[in-house]
């Protein structure tokens, strides 16, 4: 089991940037997947983007040019950049890893894009 500790969200507006970092308790040298998450309010939870273990990155096409996931293992940390944010990137915005047959949650934290 890893437990993940999310932090960067806030308020901001429309164009501004955001980093989301997800701390690991363990190395994240070896993680298969670790992913970003969102649910905005009254909608499902949905995959925002992936970093996988042989450093590969794919995020949604609502993201794409605008968000991208690194890792830094030295700190254990994944972090998702979000830039030119809109409004309707608003949501709680959550990390998870998976490792094996174990998945992982980070808390959430609230990111809010006003218009």
């Known amino acids: 089991q890893v437990r993940l500790v999310e932090s960067g969200g806030g308020l901001v507006q429309s164009g501004d940037s955001l980093r989301l970092s997800c701390v690991a308790s363990?190395?994240?040298?070896?993680?298969?997947?670790m992913g970003w998450y969102r649910q905005a309010p009254g909608k499902q939870r949905e995959l925002v983007g992936n970093f996988f273990v042989n450093g590969v990155t794919n995020v949604i096409d609502a993201v794409e040019g605008r968000f991208t996931i690194s890792r830094e293992t030295a700190t254990n940390t994944f972090f998702l950049q979000m830039n030119n944010l809109r409004p309707e990137d608003t949501a709680v915005y959550y990390c998870?890893?998976?490792?094996?047959?174990?998945?992982?949650w980070g808390q959430g934290t609230q990111v809010t894009v006003s218009s």
């Open positions: 998870q890893t998976q490792s094996g047959l174990s998945i992982d």
């Open positions: 363990r190395s994240v040298l070896n993680i298969e997947i």
